[in-house]
Each structure stands twice: as C-alpha cells, then as structure tokens.
C-alpha cells in the first residue's frame, strides 16, 4: 500500500467502500471474506461507510469485519444524512454510527451531500462532536467549488478536511475548478466511483482498445489503470467496492505502478479533460 500525509494523517490512496454490504444475507460470506482480505492482504486500511447504506447495516458490518484489527491503524469514514443534519442530530447520528461500528471514534466525518443544510450550523456541531472526542475530523461530500467557497467563507469553515466526490477517468469534471481550488486552499479530495457509476459507463473505458493496450503494457488491468488514473497524482485518494476476493487482486493488480506521460496523454485524447465548468455529478 502507498500512502499520502494530509494535515498530519497517513491515509491509505486506495481503500474500501460499503455501500449496502451486508444487506444480502446469502452473499454475506462472501462479502465478509473479501473484505478482511482488503484489510488483512492489500492493507486496504481506508473505510467508507455511513449512515445511509443499507440503514446502518453496512456500519454493522464493518464493526464484525473490522474486529481484531487494530483500530489506530484503521481510517474510517462515514457520512450523516442531510436531513438528521438539519433537524440537528448531529450528536444522536454520530452517536448510532459509532454503536453500529464498535468503535469510540470516527476518523472522518461528512456531511452526505449538501442538501439544505445550514453551513455554518454543520461546522460548529461538527467542531462540537470533534470536542467530545467522538470524531478527529470533519468533512463534506459532493460539494462542487461554489459550496466549497460558501463553506469557506463560514467561521471555522477552513477546518474542511476533505471534499468526497465523483471522479473518475471517464468523469472528470472536477478536474476543471474543483480539484484545484481544493489543492489550493488545503482540502483532500477524495474520488468515489473510480470505476464508474454505471455497468455501461465502466464498459465505455474497459472496452475500449486503446485502454486496455495501455493497461497491457503497463502490466495492469483496465481497472487498476482506471484506479491508477485516479491516485495518479498521489494527492488523491479513493475506496471502491468489491464483494469478490478475484476482483479484488484484479483491481489492485499494479495499481501503484506510474502511468507514463505518454499514456497519459493517450488517455486524454479518449477521454478528455474538460475545457468549461460542468456542474458536479453526483450519486
């Protein structure tokens, strides 16, 4: 595994996401299996959760799966729902999350999405639960740069930690005004979807023969070169989800290997970086 320091933390650039594990009973198992192989084999210490996913199953999940590793050496992230943040329950949220992954403290702690959450009301309650010793950092997700600046302009607002965003290498509008208004002012980005959001979207990048002529040649497969592209500057970092152990050693397959520039710029041409502001895309 290779890491990237930010305001004093050591993150993995590659972890493990859990949307709706666990909600499958019969797949359960298996998913149990792969994750601790994540952890156990690939050091894939970084883990994204929340609230939301399966209604507080996949946290269940994590707590069992994640039980006997040593949790200094663990990052957990997880996320509140826009509207228990409005209604308050920062606290109560924090709170069941924690009860859920049998764990004292979460590393980082998002806002889900933007919704209509008071901004300045979100940074003092989170600022309070990092108080309480409950959470060690505080963050938002799919916040494009207009809420990033709102949320800036907030007392307290800088103490961001990170932005969680879709990003991948066949979306990469953040890459246009978010990802450096991000590196400027000190937020880690961290990409969601690296492999895609959709089955037909994956497809446009792993069917495609130019890509997988790059991925031959630089001893990956088209998903750890899609994973590549993303962590390419290693100022980025990523989870993605997998419920199979031979997906699992596909994906990260020489993930850490550089892409030269060459291939990067083959890269572009297929699928290029954009040239005007696009509104963020979201899930």
């Known amino acids: 595994m290779q890491y990237l320091e930010h305001r004093g933390e050591r993150i993995p650039l590659v972890g493990i996401g859990t949307y709706r594990l666990g909600e499958d ?23 994204d959760t929340a609230e939301m996913y399966a209604d507080g199953i996949s946290e269940l999940f994590v707590g069992e799966a994640a039980a006997g590793f040593e949790r200094s050496k663990l990052f957990i992230v997880d996320k509140i729902l826009p509207h228990n943040a409005m209604r308050g329950q920062y606290y109560d949220s924090c709170a069941r999350s924690l009860e859920r992954l049998g764990t004292d403290y979460i590393d980082l702690y998002l806002l889900h999405w933007r919704g209509g ?8 309650n989170m600022q309070r639960l990092v108080n309480k010793g409950m959470i060690r950092r505080w963050g938002v997700s799919n916040f494009d740069t ?53 089955a037909y979207d994956r497809m446009s990048v792993t069917g495609d023969e130019r890509v997988a002529q790059i991925a031959r040649r630089q001893g990956k497969t088209c998903e750890s070169l899609m994973l590549s592209f993303v962590i390419r500057g290693r100022d980025i970092i990523t989870v993605f989800k997998t419920s199979s152990e031979q997906h699992l050693a596909h994906n990260m397959q020489n993930v850490f290997g550089a892409i030269s520039d060459e291939d990067l710029q ?7 970086s954009p040239e005007r502001e696009t509104p963020l895309e979201k899930i």
């Not at 607002?157 to 400027?184: H, K, M, T």
């Open 25 to 47: 009973k019969n797949s359960r198992r298996q998913e149990m299996q792969t994750f601790r192989s994540a952890l156990f084999d690939h050091d894939m210490t970084l883990i």
């Open 117 to 124: 959450v008071d901004l300045q009301d979100m940074v003092s």
């Open 146 to 198: 207009s809420d990033m600046r709102e949320l800036f302009a907030c007392s307290g607002g800088s103490e961001c930690f990170c932005d969680q965003v879709l990003y991948n290498l066949a979306s990469r509008g953040p890459e246009f005004s978010l990802i450096p208004w991000c590196r400027q002012n000190g937020v880690l980005v961290m990409a969601y979807s690296p492999l895609c959001q959709s």
């Open 266 to 272: 083959a890269l572009s041409q297929r699928f290029p």
